[in-house]
């Protein structure tokens, strides 16, 4: 079974910070997303990347910024932590360089800024 | 208007029951998700379909393609499928995934 495993569950930064999430998947696939998930809202892409060093901006890219130097680790990355960025954060991971793939999602890090 | 719309946004039956979740949508697509979602977070690949009908155990999903709309339904529902069934497309012009709300589902025991 694919595992796709995010660095922290919870966590709790202060306006301001840089805050780091990191996801792993261990199964060798290509595509790899970040999304945040609020209520009453479907999800909504932050990032995807579809090979190492590569990144495309999704929907909603402002503020962020993310990284991919390994195939199977990609690292969001909040600049400048607001408290609109309060959320859950999903990483997700695919086969693939489609999109057409079905995605295989970790557990979520539900981030507070304070 | 949202390109994927899920209903009901909430509902809540009691053990055993038949459950129908419905999305519609309103754009060319070339294949269609289901997903679950546990309230610990974690999101879980239920099915993707671009036409007719797919069975796993106790779910059911159907797609028409000419009305736009999807179903899942739930046989004999239990408390252990309470959870957030989300629905989402993948556009045939661009291949984005455009996401439902998410439909939040309670089985009482």
């Known amino acids: 079974d694919v595992k796709v495993t995010q660095s922290s569950r919870y966590l709790v930064k202060r306006t301001g910070e840089k805050v780091f999430l990191e996801c792993v998947q261990d199964m060798d696939h290509e595509n790899m997303f970040w999304y945040r998930q609020d209520p009453g809202l479907g999800l909504r892409l932050i990032y995807f990347s579809y090979d190492v060093k590569m990144k495309e901006k999704g929907d909603i890219p402002e503020g962020y910024s993310v990284s991919r130097e390994k195939k199977e680790r990609f690292s969001l990355i909040l600049e400048s932590a607001s408290t609109n960025q309060t959320s859950m954060y999903l990483c997700?991971?695919?086969?693939?360089?489609?999109?057409?793939?079905?995605?295989?999602f970790g557990d979520g890090t539900r981030l507070s800024i304070l | 208007k949202n390109e994927v719309e899920q209903s009901p946004q909430n509902l809540t039956a009691q053990e055993g029951e038949f459950i129908t979740i419905n999305c519609s949508y309103s754009v060319g697509i070339s294949a269609l998700h289901w997903l679950q979602q546990h309230p610990g977070g974690g999101i879980v690949s239920l099915f993707m379909l671009s036409s007719g009908k797919k069975k796993h155990g106790r779910l059911i999903a159907t797609i028409n393609i000419q009305e736009k709309h999807s179903s899942l339904h739930i046989t004999a529902s239990h408390p252990r499928d309470s959870a957030v069934y989300i629905c989402?497309?993948?556009?045939?012009?661009?291949?984005?995934?455009?996401w439902g709300a998410g439909t939040k589902l309670i089985i009482k025991p």
């Open positions: 997700a991971s695919s086969l693939g360089y489609a999109l057409n793939q079905p995605q295989h």
């Open positions: 989402a497309v993948l556009m045939d012009s661009n291949y984005q995934l455009i």
